[in-house]
């Protein structure tokens, strides 16, 4: 496999958020997140599909 020429800025990030009144995690959503850098020793891998229900 090719190494990737351009590597985004931006990544998606699956956000569950907890209301205050409880500890139960609620609304989960999906939001533009900054890619952090890399740092020596890491890789960066392409997903290009994913799972999420609600008993995960």
């Not at 609304?27 to 609600?54: K, Y």
Request: aromatic residues 2%.
């Amino acid at each position: 496999m090719a190494a990737v020429a351009h590597i985004p800025k931006a990544t998606k990030a699956l956000v569950l958020r907890k209301r205050k009144s409880t500890s139960v995690l609620h609304d989960a959503v999906i939001e533009d997140r900054p890619l952090p850098q890399l740092q020596s020793g890491q890789i960066l891998v392409r997903i290009h599909a994913a799972a999420f229900n609600h008993r995960d």
